[in-house]
């Protein structure tokens, strides 16, 4: 009996050691995370974020496999909140399996969870916040990047198409408020009074004002040729609808957070005329690589991508190019955020949008602008000029 015990516990030693060498062997977990709005009015561009990185961790994703890794998408709705932002960074950096951020969708959600990631070096690469400060600031300097141009220089890139093209001599500028918003609105301000155009408006509203009345009342009187929105387009799109109302016929001029298919939707397409907007994410039939992407994304999701799918396709594939030099530097061990942070800044592509390089602020070295002339459509949307800073 005693030799049949000891055999047998031979044999569970056995089966036990190699268990233990299976689970050892099994490839460990990495997470990307997109953190954008998935809930509420601006749900549709960040659910664009989330799909574009979907299809790159698809295609990319099997990078990492030689370095015994398996790498998965994480969706988080951060609710266009900082507050819920922050609670849901918080959360993610003790999770050492997430391995990256792509997002978010506001400057002002991003400013306040970067601070939150910077304390465990966990990157973020944005594929929308324009904001100069999000790659300035030296609390968070090793870790926040983007693939998007910044608003100062889309802001006079605004200002310079409205002269050009335009012709505007008198404007509105309104801002909703937000880091993105006012930020945008001030650099396009600063450039239209240095151009001598003039202001005769220039105020903020908050971000959920839905009546724009009291200004618009004023704009039938003033009539101003241009009125200038630094904003998203759920409100954009109101001010729009309400602006045609009360037969106001001047341009509504805007940035990247108008670009959107809801703008349409919201402001009706009858009312849809004389409306621009720049843009930090190249319209689609600019970016001739992606016709596959497109096609792709079609049929997954049953819904068309935007810019921002395809520059978030392009943000995710730099992180797990860098992230693959991590575990390959590592030799397949635990992934070290905070040199993955570094690697990020040393990758250099031709994604689909272009480019993909940083500088060592973490912005994208080679920025495209685009002027978008707003159809009745999305369809329609036609491109009125391309800028490359």
Not at 233 to 240: A, C, E, I, M, P
Request: net charge positive; charged share 20%.
């Amino acid at each position: 009996m005693r030799l049949k015990a000891s055999f047998i516990a031979v044999m569970f030693g056995v089966l036990s050691t190699t268990a233990a060498t299976i689970a050892l062997s099994a490839p460990q977990v990495l997470k990307i995370v997109t953190h954008s709005p998935l809930s509420g009015a601006q749900s549709t561009t960040g659910e664009t974020i989330k799909f574009g990185t979907q299809l790159a961790v698809d295609d990319f994703g099997k990078i990492l496999e030689p370095y015994n890794a398996k790498l998965v998408l994480q969706a988080e709705d951060d609710q266009s909140n900082p507050t819920v932002g922050v609670a849901n960074a918080n959360r993610l950096i003790g999770d050492a399996s997430v391995i990256g951020i792509i997002g978010h969708f506001n400057s002002g959600v991003a400013m306040a969870t970067t601070e939150v990631y910077a304390k465990a070096n966990l990157v973020m690469i944005s594929p929308a916040n324009t904001n100069p400060k999000i790659t300035e600031r030296a609390s968070t300097s090793k870790i926040a990047n983007r693939v998007c141009g910044r608003d100062d220089v889309q802001g006079p890139a605004a200002q310079s198409f409205m002269s050009s093209h335009l012709k505007a001599k008198k404007i509105y500028v309104i801002n909703d408020k937000t880091a993105y918003g006012s930020g945008l609105a001030q650099e396009f301000e600063k450039a239209s009074r240095k151009a001598g155009v003039q202001v005769l408006l220039s105020t903020g509203v908050d971000e959920k004002e839905t009546d724009f009345s009291s200004i618009l009342n004023r704009a039938v009187i003033e009539k101003p040729d241009v009125i200038f929105f630094g904003g998203i387009y759920s409100q954009g799109g109101l001010l729009l609808k309400q602006m045609r109302q009360k037969h106001i016929e001047s341009v509504l001029l805007g940035g990247d957070g108008l670009d959107s298919a809801e703008l349409q939707t919201i402001a009706g397409a009858a009312n849809i005329r004389n409306v621009y907007f720049t843009s930090v994410a190249m319209p689609l039939n600019q970016l001739p690589k992606a016709k596959s992407f497109i096609e792709t994304y079609k049929t997954k999701f049953k819904k068309s991508p935007d810019g921002f799918a395809v520059a978030s396709y392009d943000a995710a594939h730099a992180l797990i190019l860098a992230t693959a030099e991590s575990l390959k530097a590592k030799k397949g061990q635990a992934v070290d955020r905070a040199d993955i942070a570094a690697n990020v800044r040393k990758v250099n592509f031709e994604g689909l949008t272009g480019t993909i390089a940083f500088d060592n602020k973490g912005d994208i070295k080679a920025a495209r602008y685009v002027v978008i002339e707003a159809g009745a459509t999305p369809a329609q949307n036609k491109t009125a000029a391309v800028i490359t800073k």
